[in-house]
């Protein structure tokens, strides 16, 4: 028995997004957001089975010398997985994400087109912002799926590690460059990218000051970049960007943020009434009204832009959940749970 493919197999069947696992524990899998644990047990010799069915030895030597791994693979006719390794309370533990076999559609994930239109910029800074665990790579995965299948460009992706896998289309080509394996850090693969004729540049997280300096050095000499972020809203992603820069530096970030950003998609995964989960969203897109904004520190007023935003297609959190509430997708104590600005979020389920 392939113990890989028993326990990712059974994982799909039941929905599961993540499989959790610990040496002498109960198996755990997560399903819809919430945690089930299941009857069977991992032994210790289980799981030194499964290091060696899903990890090369290198990758074994490696977890081994830093109690640590992040490392993704591909199970032949059934998913690709990324794996995270680690050790708890003096015990192996591991983490299964399943990712889709097949590359994401945008339609069918319900990515407003306003969000997908912008994919035809050319240059500039587009963001996908939410927690851990809510779509943001299978966002960004549609996104450069997409851009493969209308336009005529080269792709550069930088992922630690790599998730979703492209493939060269009749008009795009895509390279993929993971963090340990292909390049040295998302600095240095950066760094060169811009010697390597990219169009368009993913990069898997926006971690730290010198990717972040180095995305909008890219945004703003002509390419298209794409990041991810792990803030809330497009209001808090400003702040986030503009904060990791030192005082001295702010003023210049603030202007650089304002001429670059193309746009913000800050999403959540929420349950739905059907046992399943909804895409919410709140989607900013520069317009020259923000840009001001952003350059005159007022960047609280954000907010009030995206309520009257719709012709351009934004819209805040609030306004996204107030839709899937009236056509009873999900319940009103979901919306007001998710809400980012709960006051806003009560008045609207209370008209």
């Known amino acids: 028995m392939c ?11 039941q929905g599961s997004s993540d499989i959790h696992l610990e040496e002498g524990s109960p198996v755990a899998i997560r399903v819809n957001s919430d945690i089930r644990i299941l009857d069977r047990v991992l032994t210790t010799e289980d799981f030194d089975t499964l290091l060696k069915e899903i990890l090369s030895q290198d990758k074994i030597d490696l977890f081994l010398a830093r109690n640590d791994l992040d490392t993704s693979t591909s199970l032949e006719g059934l998913s690709r997985i990324r794996i ?13 994400r399943i990712l889709p076999d ?12 306003a969000f997908i239109k912008l994919a035809h910029r050319h240059r500039g800074l587009i963001l996908c912002t939410g927690p851990t665990g809510s779509g943001k790579t299978t966002t960004l995965a549609a996104l450069v799926q997409y851009i493969t299948e209308t336009q005529n460009r080269h792709i550069l992706t930088i992922e630690d590690p790599i998730e979703f896998e ?12 993971e963090v340990k394996r292909d390049t040295e850090s998302f600095a240095t693969a950066l760094r060169a990218a811009l010697r390597e004729d990219p169009d368009v540049i993913y990069i898997g997280e926006m971690r730290d000051l010198e ?23 497009a209001a808090k992603t400003v702040e986030r960007i503009v904060d990791v820069f030192p005082t001295d530096q702010q003023e210049q970030a603030r202007l ?3 001429g670059s950003l193309v746009g913000v998609f800050a999403q959540t995964l929420c349950k739905d009434t059907q046992g399943g989960r909804k895409l919410a969203y709140e989607l900013m897109i520069n317009t020259p009204a923000i840009a001001n904004l952003i350059r005159e520190r007022k960047v ?17 959190l609030e306004q996204c959940l107030q839709g899937l509430l009236s056509a009873g997708l999900i319940t009103r104590g979901t919306a007001l749970s998710v809400a980012g600005n709960p006051r806003a979020m009560a008045v609207a389920v209370s008209n």
């Not at 113990?3 to 069947?13: K, P, T, W």
């Not at 492209?166 to 460059?177: A, D, E, G, L, P």
């Not at 972040?212 to 945004?219: E, M, P, V, Y």
């Not at 609280?300 to 805040?316: D, P, R, V």
């Open 256 to 258: 650089q943020v304002s």
């Open 166 to 177: 492209f493939k060269h289309t009749t008009t795009s080509i895509v390279h993929q460059r």
């Open 3 to 13: 113990i890989s493919r028993d326990l990712v197999g059974y994982a799909i069947e």
């Open 300 to 316: 609280g007023q954000i907010y009030s832009q995206l309520q009257t935003g719709s012709k351009e297609g934004m819209c805040t």
């Open 102 to 113: 097949k590359l994401p559609d945008w339609e069918k994930l319900r990515i407003p087109e």
């Open 84 to 96: 995270n390794v680690y050790i708890a309370n003096r015990k192996r533990c591991m983490v299964l």
């Open 211 to 233: 990717t972040i300096q180095l995305a909008i050095t890219a945004a703003e000499t002509g390419h298209l970049v794409l990041g991810t972020l792990h803030t809330s809203s």
